[in-house]
């Protein structure tokens, strides 16, 4: 990785104050076991220099984005909800492990593994939105590399000393199974990634007859 880290809160294409985007996430504020990891990183995240730590309720997995808010048409974000709801129809809950930690250019982050079924899951969600906008109208690249953001950097420092603060810390990971995704209105207006959850799908096993 680079020598350095970078404030995470430039504002990409399209973003500007005032201006929301609609996305899927996992969100994880109703899972104790991400509470609990949380919590166990903190003395090592509130040593780090210019590291902003997401609080429990903000902590999210990004699954596939949509598009800004004022850009996507109340018809066409009614369908693509009716079109995911159709796909994911009998998806299995997704048990995961998440963590340890490691550093990353903007951030400090957990990864979430395995990986293939959630490429699966947001294969499926952007399949819905081509049912509903065209396979050339999906937003962002196919390949998901799950990852959850402990905290954000603000401001551009030396890497090596923040990876060898984390590398002497404890390493900390957990298992849950996510159960639903949520369809989320996000803002970043105060540098945090904030929402309004717009609607949730949860994910269950299609039950065979008896």
Known sequence: ??????????????????RS??????T????PEAADLVAAYQPVLAGM??????PLEWIHLTL?????????????LDAIIEAAEFRLAGFSPIPVTIGP??????TVQLPVRPVEPLQRLRDAVRTAIADVWGPDAIPEL??????ISLGYFTDAAPAAPLRN??????????ALTITSLSLIDLNRDHRMYQWTPVTTLRLAPLHKPV
């Open 101 to 106: 930690a490691l550093l990353d250019l903007e």
């Open 165 to 174: 603060q984390l590398a002497a810390a404890p390493g900390h990971s957990t």
């Open 49 to 54: 220099p210019g590291l902003a730590p997401v």
């Open 64 to 76: 596939q984005g949509l598009g800004f808010t004022d850009r996507v048409d109340q018809r066409d």
């Open 28 to 31: 994880f504020a109703q899972h």
């Open 142 to 147: 196919p390949e998901l590399h799950p990852h």
């Open 1 to 18: 990785m680079s020598d350095e880290v970078r404030d995470h809160w430039h504002w990409r294409p399209g973003w500007r104050e005032g």
């Open 21 to 26: 985007f609609y996305t899927w996430h996992l």
